[in-house]
Each structure stands twice: as C-alpha cells, then as structure tokens.
C-alpha cells in the first residue's frame, strides 16, 4: 500500500515537472510485470508523449505505418477515462495472430498482449495509457489487476489536470506575446487587485519597485493613497451596475530619484473580451504603465493609422496616452489650447469614443486578443 501511495504521489508530481511522466511509466511497468508502456494524450493544447522500454524504431514505424492496421483501434475507441481494458480478447485470437500488426510490429519485440486505461476523452481530446505483455504474462495477476485499478482515477485526473495547465500555459503565452508585442507593462486585476497576469515588462518594474509592487499578491502602489485609489478602480471593473461612464482613470506613479513618473492607465475591462482569454476567473481591470520619457511612436502610429487620424491628431494624442492634459500637451506642442481641443474632439470623433479616459481605454485595449470590447 506505501508503493502505491508513492507511485500516486508522483503521478501528480508528474503534472507540475512533466519530465517525471517517463518515470511514472517506467514504476507502473514495472509493478505491474509488463514489458513496455507509453502514455500518449492528443489534444488542440498541447501533446503529451511518455515511453518506458519502446523501440524508438518501432515507435516511428507504429505512428507512420502500423497505428492505422492496428486490430485494437475499436477497443481503445470506446474505452472510457478511467476504465481499464484488457485486449486479450483480441490478441488471443487466430485473426490477431495472423494480423500484419502482430508478426510485424508486436511479434519482433516479444509483445504478446496490452492493457490500457482510459485517460481523456472529449471532441478535442483523447489520451490513453497502454502496457504491453509477453507470452509468459498475458494474464494479469488480481494484485496487479488491482493496482491499475486504483492508479486508473488518479492517472485520469492528473491527464485531465495537464490539459488544464496546458490550456493556461498557452494563453498566457499567446497574451504575453500580444501584450509584448504592444511595448507597454501590461497587468491583469481580479476585482480583490490580485494579479492574474504580467507581462515581463510589469514584472521587471515591481523588481526594480519602480511605482508598483506586490502585497501579498495584490497589486500594490509606492504610497497607500495610491494603492487605495488603484484599488477602487479596479474594483469598479467587477461591479454588475456599473455605468458606461465608468471606465478608469489614470495615476502617476513617483519612482524617484528625481525620475519623471510612469503613468499607470487602470480601466475595467469587458466580459466580452475577457470570456475568450480566461476560463476561470475573468480579470475585472486591466492596468497598463507608460513611461513618459520612452518611445512608444509605433504603437501610436499603428492605431492613429487604424482611425484616420491626421498627423496633428496624432501628436496630441500621443501627450494624451502620456499622462498629460490638454493644457500641457498645448504647451508642448506649442499650439493654442483651443487648438489642441479642437485636435481632442476630433480624435475622439473618429475612434467612437466621448472622453479623454474612454480614448485611453480604446487605445491600449487594441493591444489585447479576442473580439472588440464593448465601452
């Protein structure tokens, strides 16, 4: 019973290093006085391949050759996650014996039977588990028998588990890469401010403590005025009555030594975005940080290209994006301040929007996946 315990400890072991999955195959071979196993899981995520004692040779020539004459196929179709099935009523007969699959494929190296255990079966799934056994060991002792048994579940949950974590390492990376690509240090916010996801650019500002950082796993900023203003928007992402007006803000961010701020643009984000990238905590806000002294002309580019803005617009929108005011952005560009409002207004004509902070929350919302979100 100890053994067993063991070998199911490092089946979920399994889940967190795949690399043990060899292992696991290897011990449950073994325990089980097989000759060979594998443990193979087709998904749309991602694959899974484990091998304990197969020809490499062999294992080449089942995928391209013998996989589709294998008289087996109808019993690993219908067998269920978690069910173990012996094929013996099948490999024990004439047909089988006289079969292309068994002289030239099972036959050469010493296999004479298997076994399986269903672990997954969906539309865009399947996964399974096959030990195989030699002429002395076609029938399975009870002890055996009984260990697959109790391996049968765990070995099921812990396929469907890789699939889960599998799903979740590949969003992540396709919305690393979206945000990445974007330029910008990218947080997604739970309601509670608990981060879900960063981008390698936010996680090297809260390394560096440059405006951000974690508390216990919730986002924090450099003074608690800051942080209890951040968390209230994130807050108003999650609440069910909430206006279309509400949509974010924006805070600076002090970082010091005498360092110009980085400004942090925090806004809701709707269910209709967030539904397609997370199945099961949908992020309330997104924060997105800008350093006012960096280059960020490409993206600005992309998206004044994308709503027709004129090359006058696009300057004052990039002092928008950048934290500043109208005010500001007039000094600097050395315009009227009804100039610079007259460029506002039209910018936010052309990209659908009424104010200056529902602009910001288009503009950085082009740079997450999935369908255009509702304001």
Not at 166 to 181: F, N
Request: glycine residues 8%; charged residues 20%; hydrophobic residues 45%.
């Amino acid at each position: 019973m100890a053994g067993d315990t063991d070998l199911i400890a490092a089946i979920y072991d399994a889940i967190i290093d795949p690399s043990g999955w060899d292992e696991v195959v290897k011990r449950i071979v073994t325990a089980t006085k097989s000759i060979a196993g594998g443990i193979a899981i087709h998904a749309e995520e991602a694959n899974l391949a484990a091998m304990y004692n197969c020809d490499p040779f062999y294992a080449d020539a089942f995928v391209q050759t013998y996989e589709k004459v294998n008289p087996m196929n109808s019993a690993v179709q219908v067998i269920a996650s978690g069910q173990v099935l012996a094929a013996s009523s099948i490999t024990q007969t004439d047909g089988f014996k006289a079969s292309r699959f068994y002289n030239e494929f099972m036959r050469p190296q010493g296999w004479a039977d298997s076994i399986g255990i269903g672990l997954m079966r969906t539309p865009g799934a399947v996964g399974y588990l096959g030990l195989q056994r030699s002429p002395d060991a076609i029938w399975v002792e009870p002890a055996e028998w009984n260990l697959l048994e109790t391996l049968a579940p765990h070995l099921k949950r812990a396929a469907e588990v890789h699939q889960l974590l599998s799903r979740a390492r590949a969003v992540t990376e396709s919305l690393g890469l979206a945000v990445t690509a974007a330029g910008f240090a990218v947080i997604l916010l739970a309601k509670d401010c608990r981060v879900l996801f960063a981008n390698a650019k936010a996680e090297s500002l809260v390394r560096c403590q440059m405006g951000l950082r974690y508390e216990h796993g919730r986002l924090a900023a450099t003074t608690p005025a800051l942080t209890q203003r951040l968390r209230a928007l994130a807050r108003d992402g999650a609440r069910p009555d909430r206006a279309d007006g509400d949509i974010g803000g924006t805070l600076e961010l002090p970082r010091g030594e005498n360092r110009p701020p980085l400004v942090a643009h925090i806004f809701p984000l709707a269910a209709s975005r967030t539904m397609s990238i997370f199945d099961i905590e949908r992020p309330a806000a997104a924060v997105f940080v800008v350093d006012p002294s960096a280059d960020f002309g490409a993206q600005i580019r992309r998206f004044s290209a994308r709503f027709g803005l004129t090359p006058a617009e696009t300057r004052v929108l990039e002092e928008i994006i950048g934290g500043n005011g109208l005010p500001a952005a007039a000094a600097r560009l050395k315009i009227s301040g009804t100039t610079a409002r007259t460029h506002a207004c039209r910018i936010l004509e052309k990209t659908g929007t009424n104010r200056q902070t529902e602009l910001i929350r288009r503009f950085f919302e082009t740079a997450l996946p999935g369908p255009p979100a509702s304001v």
